[in-house]
């Protein structure tokens, strides 16, 4: 089992910044590619970002390119989402996953790739 908790979300400006991060425990966190999703209300959820489990790989939305980076550090067992302009369309809940493990060098975009979530973190972007 892989257990993931999701913090740095919160209220910002519409172009402001946040940084989420994602600490992981329970089997080793350098063995999994890792992903952020986000769902809005009313809406599916949605692939964000992802990165390998060696931090060489890395895909993403195109709704959040040249804004949005992911980062991870193996020794702090953390996964990174650097959130630049945001936007008011980026309000969501965002969600850190593991993968299961299969893909570990390839990072997935489709969530049932991932076998392991967290609870979430709310962002809200104003206006």
């Known amino acids: 089992q892989v257990q993931l908790v999701e913090s740095g979300g919160g209220l910002v400006q519409a172009g402001g910044s946040l940084r989420l991060s994602c600490a992981a425990s329970g089997r080793t966190f350098a063995n999994y590619a890792m992903g952020w999703f986000r769902q809005a209300p009313g809406k599916e959820r949605e692939f964000v970002f992802a990165?390998?489990?060696?931090?060489?790989?890395?895909r993403y939305a195109d709704s959040v390119k040249g804004r949005f980076t992911i980062s991870r550090d193996n020794a702090k067992n953390t996964v990174y989402l650097q959130m630049n302009n945001l936007k008011p369309e980026d309000t969501a809940i965002y969600y850190c996953a593991a993968d299961r493990g299969s893909r570990a060098l390839i990072p997935a975009a489709r969530a049932t790739d991932y076998g392991y979530w967290g609870r979430g973190t709310q962002v809200t972007v104003s206006s």
């Open positions: 990165i390998s489990s060696n931090g060489d790989s890395t």
